[in-house]
Each structure stands twice: as structure tokens, then as C-alpha cells.
């Protein structure tokens, strides 16, 4: 059973908004300072980097495009499903551009694996990614990624963008689910 509240429902914060924004901001510096002078499409992965998207794209102050990508790799509960289809494609032509690919958090690394190859046969000028979460198993399936906000452990968390069952992408903190929440 679910609280009243949104906030109520996390057990543990692992990141504050603050935190969030201040880690957002110097990963923002970087890619200004990486992409002077070029012209960047930022590509956001649906639903959960809506977020990440909406703050990095405002830190930035070089000029970019956004689209946008939707791929179901996930069931409704809390384990991958190891299936990954393309929901909703992009709608720019990305052959001679450069492509960050912005995502709310890497796990398995399996939906980047299979974005990541799909988008290089269609022959970006360049291609990176930057992530605001990363576990340790992304690492192992070594998936390359340019840009990481932060690397956390091995848990399911919600917030900021990221939801279990759909709910908690409008918490502004990071944290891990009461156990009230799954019962
Ligand atoms: O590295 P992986 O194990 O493949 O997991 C990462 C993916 O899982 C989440 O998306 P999800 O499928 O939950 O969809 P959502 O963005 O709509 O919440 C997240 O946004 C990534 O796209
Ligand atoms: N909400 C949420 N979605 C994920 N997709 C892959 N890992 C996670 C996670 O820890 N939380």
C-alpha cells in the first residue's frame, strides 16, 4: 500500500535534489567545453531521462537539438526483461551529426548495447553517451559512456525521472523503496 505522499514511500535518499544539481551542472561544463563549436543532438531515451533531459539541455550553453527515442526493455516490476523493441523512433536524420544519447540510468547496459548499434549503422559524424546513474553490471557489459552523473550500487531507485511501476519519476530526490511499497 502506497503512502499519501510521493516522498514517504522512500526508505533511503541517495541523492538530495541539490546533489543532483550540482553533479548535473559540472557533467553540463563538460560537455560545453567538449562540444564547442559543434552542432549536438542530444537524443533522450522515454520515459525516464525526461528529466535528466529537461535540467542537462538548460545547463548547457552551447547550441543543441533534442529528439527523442522510446524502447521497451523493461516489465511493469523491478527486473529486465531482457527484451529490447523500439517504441517510438527518432525523428531526425542523424547520418554526419554529432549524438549524445541521454539517459536516466544505465543497469544491465542492455538497452544501450542495442541503441548504441542500432544508432552507429546509421552513421553519426560521432556518438557518446552520458548517463545520471550507473551500477556496477554496466561496467561488466562494458558499455562505453563518455559521461556518468553518478555510479551507485547494485539497488533499484526511484526519482528523478526513474519509476517503479510507473510511479516516483516526479520525486526530485534519489532513493531506494520502502518495503511497504512492493508488498
Ligand atoms: O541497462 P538496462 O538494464 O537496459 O536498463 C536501463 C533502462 O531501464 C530504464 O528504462 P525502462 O525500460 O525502465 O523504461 P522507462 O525509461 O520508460 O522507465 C532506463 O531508462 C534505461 O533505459
Ligand atoms: N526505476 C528504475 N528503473 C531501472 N531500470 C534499470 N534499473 C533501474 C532502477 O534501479 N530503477
Redesign the pocket.
Known sequence: MDSAHVADDLTRVLYTPEQVTERLQAVAAEIDRDYAGQDLLLVGVLN?AVMVMADLSRSLSIHCRMDWMAISS?GSG?QSSGVVRILKDLNTDISGRHVLVVED?I?TGLTLSYLISNLRSREPASLEIMTMFR?PEAQRNAVEVKYVGFDIPN????GYG???DGRYRNLTAVGTLAPHVYS
Open positions: 525516464g523493461y523491478t540510468i543497469d551500477k539497488e533499484f531507485v526511484v526513474l519509476d517503479y
